[in-house]
Each structure stands twice: as C-alpha cells, then as structure tokens.
C-alpha cells in the first residue's frame, strides 16, 4: 500500500526538542521530493520545510530557520524533521507529504503526528 | 495568509455549483493547486496545476484560473463534500503558500 505515516509527535516543554519521522512505503521513496506541513488545530495549512529527492537541498519557512532540520534517509524510506528551541507557536498538528514528480502539488500526505509544546 | 485569499465560507445547496475562489498578486504567473480536509482527515489534492485532476477524483471536481483569480469549481455538490478547501501556490519568496482555507457548507 502507498503511504506516509508519521510518528513522534507528543508533549515537550518550552526550549525543548523533538524529533518527528515519516515512513514512506509502496513507492520509490528515492525519487520524489519530500515537505513537512503543519496545522494548528482549527487554523489553516502551514508549509514547514522541504527536502529534494537525494537530501542535497533543504528549504525552512522563516519561522522555523535555524531551529528546525529536515533530513531523509533513502535506503530506510523514511523522512525526518529535527525540532529544537521549541515554543509554543510551534504547537501543531505535522504532516509529511509528497511533492509529485511533475509538479509542486502534494500529492500524497501522512495522517498527521500532534506537537504540542507546554509548560 | 497574506498572499492568496479565500472567503471563509461558501454555502450551496445539495445539487448545485459551488465555486471557490483564490486571489493573490502572484496567481497570474503561477500554477494553483486545490486540497480539500474533512474534518480529523488529512488534506487530499484534488486539482493541481490549475484544472488537472488527480486520479480517483470526481470530474465534479474543476479548476480555473483567469488572471489573479483562480477558482475550485465542485458541480452537484453532495453532503460528503462538505469540507475545508485550500488554494496553494510556489511563490519564489515564500515558497510554497497556501491560502486561509474555505469552509464549504452544504445546506
């Protein structure tokens, strides 16, 4: 079956870290740039950061440059977002999703893993 | 968001068309695509590169685009499409943009 499933999301105290992965399966997970996506429950669809298909180039929104790094590992199928000096704007649902090889739409997500950063 | 606009809410009864705006400065010379989120769900593309529809997706499904507008047009809107419905560009400074979102209500 083609999917994303994320895992690690969770409770972390203000300044902490936290580290969300993403599995990707029934697909060619090599080929295909991968985002990170995050909602606040409620609110809209927040883009986070994207990697291209061999790790070799990275992308942060403002918000989160400098504390946040995406990495991939292509022989384990599995995409990664690293989460330091965490606040509590970062408190969100994340998702991993896909970006199609032809375009810059996302064309498959994960179910979502919730952050939510409190004291 | 500041870039590409949505109304909060559109409301259409069973059967009929809804449209669904977008409007942003940088809509002009970009492509547009769609998601549509029920609630607890994730978000699932529904049109990408302004009027092209992913595989699985009902031909009730369209879009448009006509200068800085683009719109999600949903045709015999059913209860199940009830929904929230985002607009989302690559914008060369802010990469990849989404709109506020759209509540689509079926009455």
């Not at chain 1, 029934?26 to 061999?54: A, C, E």
């Not at chain 1, 989160?64 to 790094?69: A, D, N, Q």
């Not at chain 2, 606009?5 to 769609?34: D, E």
Request: net charge neutral; glycine share 12%; proline share 4%.
């Amino acid at each position: 079956e083609v999917q994303l499933v994320e895992s690690g999301g969770g409770l972390v105290q203000p300044g902490g870290s936290l580290r969300l992965s993403c599995a990707a399966s029934g697909f060619t997970f090599s080929t295909y740039w991968m985002h990170w996506v995050r909602q606040v429950p409620g609110k809209g669809l927040v883009w986070v950061s994207r990697i291209n298909n061999d790790g070799s180039s990275t992308k942060y929104a403002d918000s989160v440059k400098g504390r946040f790094t995406i990495a991939r590992d292509n022989a384990k199928n599995t995409l990664s977002l690293q989460m330091n000096s965490l606040t509590t704007e970062d408190t969100a649902v994340y998702y991993c999703a896909r970006a199609g090889l032809s375009t810059h739409a996302f064309d498959m997500w994960g179910q979502g893993t919730m952050v939510t950063v409190s004291s | 968001s500041d870039v590409l606009t949505q109304p909060p809410s559109v409301s259409v009864a069973p059967g009929q068309t809804a449209r669904i705006t977008c409007g942003g400065n940088n809509i002009g010379g970009t492509v547009v695509h769609w998601y549509q989120q029920k609630p607890g769900q994730a978000p699932v593309l529904v049109v990408y590169d302004n009027s092209d529809r992913p595989s699985g997706i009902p031909e009730r499904f369209s879009g448009s685009k006509s200068g800085n507008t683009a719109t999600l047009t949903v045709r015999r809107v059913e209860a199940g499409d009830e929904a929230d419905y985002y607009c989302q560009v690559w914008d060369s400074r802010l990469n990849w943009v989404f709109g506020g979102g759209t509540k689509l209500i079926v009455l």
